[in-house]
């Protein structure tokens, strides 16, 4: 077997009682199913935000549109289960836009990576209103 390089590592580790210690490169994050830290669900969901988050400004930046944006997401249950992503957005984009900032959310590496075992749905909103 060919070892290749990771995309990415995780080490985690538990005592006899007590939360996981998750060692994420030079960071540490506290995972719990109770009050000590978020649970493994949340971290994912914390996931597919953040590199939504990332996306969203790198795309938008590109555009010249810079500001504040907030990226809610939501697992829920099903059937099916489902990723509900809601980009935020203080002011308005154009109808050709927000399928732009759309379609580059679609190609993010962690959307490519849950897409076989998770469905994604993504709105893109401003002040209330779907825009896509």
Known sequence: MTMQ????????????????????????VVVDHGDGGPTPL??????????????ARTH?????????LDVLVTLDAGPPTLFYRRVLLP?????????RLADALERTELTMLLRPSFQIRTAVEHAGDVLN
Request: proline share 5%; glycine share 10%.
């Open 91 to 99: 002011w308005r984009l154009s109808t050709t836009d927000v399928h």
């Open 42 to 55: 949340e971290l994912m969901t914390g996931a597919l935000a953040a590199c939504s988050a990332m996306t």
């Open 5 to 28: 390089m990771p995309l990415a590592a995780a080490q985690a580790r538990i005592a006899p009682s007590g939360p996981v210690v998750l060692g994420l490169g030079a960071h540490t």
């Open 60 to 68: 938008l930046a590109r555009d010249g549109d810079i500001g504040d």
